[in-house]
Structures are given as structure tokens and as C-alpha cells.
């Protein structure tokens, strides 16, 4: 891809959907996770620790070539992003569970993100390693400065200007999606002529990836009962990773396009997965509060 597309515009577009994000974002969603923390424990837990194991388990299984498979991990190691917040909403999950979710994840990435990637790297593609592909130290810095400083920034213009943070929040978003939308379909375009044999490649990947997350995302908080909204929103908050961060990642501070295919394969997969879960999961529980049926009077 254009350089200037990949190492401005497109770390720009995302420093401004991160900084939407702090827009909605206040102390109290972090104090929350004092009020509630077996369910955020247990999201975390599952987040950092079993998400990136599945991921590896399932590029080791399917024999993923060493880019695609350090793709997978880069995903893997990426929070939540907004659209988890979007589907918790439509299907009647703790959305307030869900920013602080995001906003915990998004503060350990700075450091959970640089720590997989250099794992992926060392054991899947030493080989891209070699070549300086890596995370070191000033490019952890880079992950900071695209992550966490604009998120801190609109925290403290919501703080300050809470009027203004209201108003900018909407039409902020919609700049952002449009823009990394844009971004993201000139870097599947750019791969265009390859993009049939990623799909094969890593498309079952990311389906088995996407059904793992919102699978175990849901049923392990319920099976240490944690109540059923609170679990739609770890299942979404789990299931429905930030794409477009792992692509941003692989292709400014990693300057890779190949590794950001798996993330781009994800999201186009993710989307009616993610939909469908949330479907089953409404229907489920309605089918289950829903009263009996009168017996019928044999007279």
C-alpha cells in the first residue's frame, strides 16, 4: 500500500476513533471494575490468557504459514473494540460492562499486544524477526501513542468540556469508521490478487477463532454465575475483536500488509458470526421465559 496511507493516514484514522472512545469513557467506568469483579476477572482472564492459547492451538492445527499464523496472534492479542459495544446493545447486554471492558483491555494492550506479537514472531516467522519485524521497545512506545494517549485525551476533554465531548462523540465516529473503512478496503484491495488464497488460507481460522471467543466468552462466566447480561457482554466484548487495531499495528509499527490479512479475513467474518450468536442467544432465552402452553381440556 501508498506509504502515506499506511504510515499517516491510516495510525491518524484510528488515533481518532481511540480518542472517541475516551469521549465515552469516564473514572467511574474503571472504579466499576471494583463493583463487579468476578465478571471482569474472569472476561480478563479469558482475554489474555485462554484466547491467545486457543488461537495458537488452532494456527498450530491448521498448519497456518509463519505471517498468517503471526496474524492470527496479533488479532488475538487485540481488545475489544466499539462493535462490541454495538452488539452488546442490540442483544441486550451490559453495555456499561462493555466500556469498561474496552477501556481495561485497551490500557493492557499497551503491554499484552508487544508480548504475544514478539512470541508469534519468535516461533512462528524468527526468519521476520531477523529482519527487524518485531516489537521493541520504541515501537511499544508507538503502540502507546496510537492506543492509550488518545484515549486519555478525550477522556480529559469529556472531563473538561462534557457539553462539547457530547457533541463531537456522533460525528467523530462516523469520520473514523468512514475513514478506516476506506483504509481497510485499499488494503484489501492492494492484496486483491491474493485475497481468494487468504481467504482459504485463514477464512476457517477465523470462523473457529470467532466461534471459540463468543462461545467460551459466554458459557464460562455462566457457568460461575455470572448473571446472563453481564455474560452477553463478555461474549461480545471477547468474541468481537478490534480488527482494525491488529491491521493498523501490522501495517504501520509491524509494516506488514500480509499480516494484517488474517485481521481482515476476521472482520469481514465476524460481522454475521458475531450477528447470528447474538440471535441464538435472544431466541434461546426468550424460548426458555417463555410460559408454558395451557394444557388442553380433554372435555
Not at 488515533?15 to 469513557?25: H, I, K, P, T
Request: proline share 6%; charged share 10%; glycine share 8%.
Amino acid at each position: 500500500m501508498n506509504s502515506v496511507i499506511t504510515q499517516t493516514l491510516l495510525p491518524v484514522a484510528l488515533a481518532v476513533v481511540m480518542a472517541g472512545l475516551g469521549l465515552s469513557l469516564t473514572v467511574t467506568d474503571f472504579r466499576r471494575v471494583a463493583r463487579h469483579p468476578k465478571v471482569v476477572t474472569v472476561a480478563l482472564l479469558l482475554q489474555l490468557v485462554a484466547l491467545p492459547a486457543v488461537c495458537f492451538g488452532i494456527t498450530y492445527a491448521l498448519d497456518l504459514s509463519p505471517v498468517l499464523g503471526t496474524g492470527m496472534m496479533l488479532l488475538a492479542a487485540s481488545p475489544g473494540g466499539t462493535v462490541a459495544n454495538v452488539f452488546s446493545h442490540l442483544f441486550h447486554g451490559d453495555v456499561a460492562l462493555n466500556v469498561t471492558l474496552t477501556a481495561v483491555n485497551s490500557v493492557l494492550a499497551v503491554v499484552t499486544v508487544p508480548l504475544v506479537v514478539n512470541f508469534s514472531l519468535w516461533y512462528f516467522a524468527p526468519d521476520l524477526g531477523a529482519d527487524g519485524v518485531t516489537l521493541q521497545f520504541g515501537k511499544v512506545l508507538e503502540v502507546f501513542a496510537i492506543v492509550l494517549i488518545p484515549v486519555a485525551l478525550g477522556m480529559l476533554l469529556r472531563r473538561a468540556k462534557p457539553v462539547l465531548a457530547e457533541r463531537l462523540d456522533r460525528p467523530v465516529r462516523l469520520v473514523s469508521t468512514v475513514v478506516l473503512a476506506l483504509v481497510v478496503l485499499g488494503a484489501v484491495f492492494s492484496e486483491r490478487a491474493h485475497l481468494g488464497g487468504y481467504f482459504a488460507s485463514v477464512g476457517l481460522a477465523s470462523l473457529l477463532f470467532c466461534l471459540v471467543s463468543l462461545s467460551v466468552g459466554f458459557w464460562v462466566p455462566r457457568a460461575v454465575g455470572v448473571r446472563h447480561r453481564q455474560a452477553v457482554a463478555a461474549a461480545f466484548e471477547i468474541g468481537a475483536h478490534n480488527a482494525t487495531l491488529a491491521m493498523t499495528l501490522a501495517m504501520t509499527t509491524l509494516g506488514s500488509v500480509r499480516l494484517a490479512i488474517p485481521a481482515a479475513v476476521y472482520a469481514m467474518i465476524m460481522i454475521p458470526v458475531t450477528a447470528l450468536f447474538g440471535w441464538v442467544l435472544t431466541t434461546r432465552r426468550g424460548a426458555l421465559a417463555a410460559p408454558p402452553a395451557p394444557a388442553e381440556n380433554p372435555n
